[in-house]
């Protein structure tokens, strides 16, 4: 039997970040898969996490935990298959690292993800849109920053994870004309802004706290802001632009939906 913990460590700590390159999110999303997952098994197991085998990670086991967090956690069909990438990830390191997992790992690789519904992505009208830049307080610094992640999500259409990871040394600090991405696969590129985008950022590094993390939007507490720190933010944001477009309170809103919005090029700073 071959004790679960330095391999998973391993894993985690030094493929994934260095050898794959994945990015921070990815390294936390994973973590958290397997968190989920040796909870899981520990209690079924009668175990201590640290006392895991990996030959006792069957599929049988698996599938339980894949239903689990279905059924029990209420997760999406969605939720669950990234649950389940994480595993198949885990097992194709280790076929390289353990000949002796070589069938325990085709057959977890085995499992089937569940299909999803692709759901049509909600859009916001051009007034809609400009309801909720407007909606951030711009006397104040959370609406300064706020409007500045707004518009720089909007324009630039950026996933969450590459609006909060974008650090202060990615933007031309003397023009502030345009940005660089590290994005989805650590795929590079570099984004001209839209004047009323570089107005918005400027106004931000005008009041921006010295000190702190080095990314570029942060918190009260002076830390990166974090994907469910922006969730919260746009969704403040969604509630105040309701008050002056009524519309935008009977559509789900969500950071996606700023990324699929069409009619960019009519927006005003164009």
Known sequence: MTALAPHLATFLREHLPRERRASRHTCEAYAYS???????AAARLGTTPSGIE????????????????????????????????????????LEYRLPSCLDQARRVRAIPMKKVDEAL???LSRVEMQAL???????????IRDR???????AAGLRVSELVSLRIDQIDRQTVASIH?????RRERVLPLWKETTTALKA???????????????????????????????????????????????????????????????????
């Open 121 to 123: 992505v909600s859009h």
């Open 204 to 270: 931000w590094l005008a009041v921006r706290p010295a000190s702190g993390d080095a990314e570029l939007f942060l918190n009260a507490a002076g830390r990166a802001m974090t994907r469910s720190g922006f969730e919260y933010v746009l969704a403040k944001h969604v509630a105040t632009a309701a008050l002056k477009q009524p519309s935008i309170a009977d559509k789900h809103v969500t950071p996606h939906v700023l990324r699929h919005y069409l009619p960019r090029p009519t927006m005003s700073g164009s």
């Open 133 to 143: 830049l407007d909606a951030p307080d711009p006397r104040r610094m959370p609406g």
């Open 34 to 40: 397997f968190q989920l997952l040796l909870r899981f």
């Open 54 to 93: 990996i030959e006792q990670l069957d599929p049988p086991l698996l599938l339980t935990f894949l239903e689990h967090i279905e059924d029990e956690r209420g997760n999406s069909a969605r939720t669950r298959n990234a649950r389940l990438a994480a595993i198949k990830a885990f097992f194709r390191f």
């Open 148 to 154: 500045a992640m707004l518009h720089l999500a909007f």
């Open 181 to 185: 991405v590290m994005g989805k696969g």
